[in-house]
């Protein structure tokens, strides 16, 4: 069994508003270990997303533990945690969040100007996010300039272009059709056989069945797991 990059325990995430305390998160527990791609599906409001936060450090729990490679995030100080989230996570988001008037290599190239790296080094790294999802050829253009899948390899390809442990992806293929949400599912097989982590959420059950396990939430809660053999 591969060591765990995400330990996960009696985790809850309770939100105030006025005299109503929603638990989006109750007791959640499970662990992701090293190279598996795992899916979180559940209805709307059953805690997916909140649950994504948290495990990418834009949110935090109000109670149990979260060890990231073995380490506690609790403790650590808002810098810290960006700079864990910088350097450790990739995230790809159902709108893309492009900036509009970066280019797409400007956009790739983005988060690591908040690494100690030469200019050089970023270049690498960003022509070779670019070639991995087929938008070498694009990298002068606006992202108004792209299609919707288009905009999706190039917001794949930032998240990647960091190297790191953790790639996150909250409903990757959400505002795609279906032939560009086959593509991008199609990147992220390849980023798992190169040795990714992933922690995918979708409503898809077709795309859920492309990972190794499916971790199913109801009302903030794990009520079931699923593990699927898959085609390599």
């Known amino acids: 069994m591969a060591e765990p990059l995400i330990c996960l325990k009696a985790l809850t995430r309770v939100f105030h508003t006025d005299e109503v305390e929603t638990h989006a998160i109750a007791d959640i527990h499970f ?30 729990p109000t109670s149990g533990t979260y060890l990231l490679d073995n380490q506690p995030v609790s403790g650590l100080s808002g810098p810290e945690r960006a700079r864990v989230r910088n350097e450790r996570i990739g995230f790809v988001f159902q709108s893309f969040n492009l900036i509009g008037d970066l280019t797409v290599a400007e956009n790739v190239e983005l988060p690591l100007t908040y690494r100690p790296m030469s200019s050089a080094e970023r270049q690498r790294r960003v022509a070779a996010a670019l070639e991995r999802v087929g938008m070498a050829h694009r990298g002068r253009h606006l992202p108004s300039q792209l299609s919707g ?20 992806a909250d409903e990757p293929t959400g505002n795609l059709d279906s032939k560009n949400g086959d593509a991008v599912m199609a990147l992220l097989r390849d980023l798992h056989r ?19 396990r499916t971790i199913h939430l109801f009302d903030g809660r794990v009520v079931e797991e699923t593990v699927h053999e898959r085609v390599a």
């Open 149 to 168: 899948g288009q905009q999706q390899r190039v917001a794949l390809a930032r998240a990647v272009a960091g190297e790191p442990l953790l790639l996150l």
């Open 194 to 212: 190169a040795g990714t982590t992933i922690l995918m959420v979708t409503h898809n059950p077709e795309y859920a069945r492309q990972a190794q």
């Open 31 to 60: 662990g992701v270990p090293r190279g598996e791609y795992v899916c979180i599906a559940g209805p709307s409001g059953s805690g997916k997303t909140t649950l994504l936060s948290i495990i990418g450090l834009l949110d935090t």
